[in-house]
């Protein structure tokens, strides 16, 4: 692994009631989340390679940690997110070069498939800040019961020379969806969309 890796946490959300509504079964999320060091931290540098090639490594890495801490194996989940939170002393174009180029291909080799595009957000923030991963239905981006999100914060991330890096996992869409639109057993899955 070329990324400097301080510590990883993992975060799982179960929802059994919403409303006062049973969830059943309860709708899951999981988090896995990396705090690295930024090799680039405070400097400018125009070849952001490195830090494209730490975002394939932790891809991979963080989707099987997720998939993982919701028990279930890489092709029964169905929604996916990525985020990067950075230090004061990084740029949002860190955050890009882990989440962007390459970090999708090994992230959809956990979870077996994953035809639409994994929905991102990147930020700037210091210790506690708060990081929303999107989450989208990993193979048609219409299916709007899986318009969601994950909010994770680590109380002692980014230091100001580090990079915290997230991916999201989920076993359902949101707890009791009613906004109608595409259903995941109407999915085609032949363009990522429908």
Known sequence: MSAKIRKIVTIVEETATEMGRPVSPPTRRAAAVAVIENPFAGTYVEDLSELIAMGEEL???LAARAVAALGIEGPAAQSYGKAALV????????????????MGAPVRAVLGTGAALIPSSKRRGGLGAELDIPLGHKDAAFVRSHFDGMQVSISDAPRAGE???????????????RVGG?????????????
């Open 59 to 61: 891809g991979g890495l």
């Open 87 to 102: 230090g004061e002393n990084g740029e949002l174009e860190h955050a890009a070069a882990l989440l962007h180029p390459k």
């Open 163 to 177: 990079i915290v890096v997230a991916v999201a996992v989920t076993d359902s869409g949101r707890p009791l969806p």
């Open 182 to 194: 595409l259903k995941a057993d109407e999915i085609k899955g032949e363009d990522g969309l429908r």
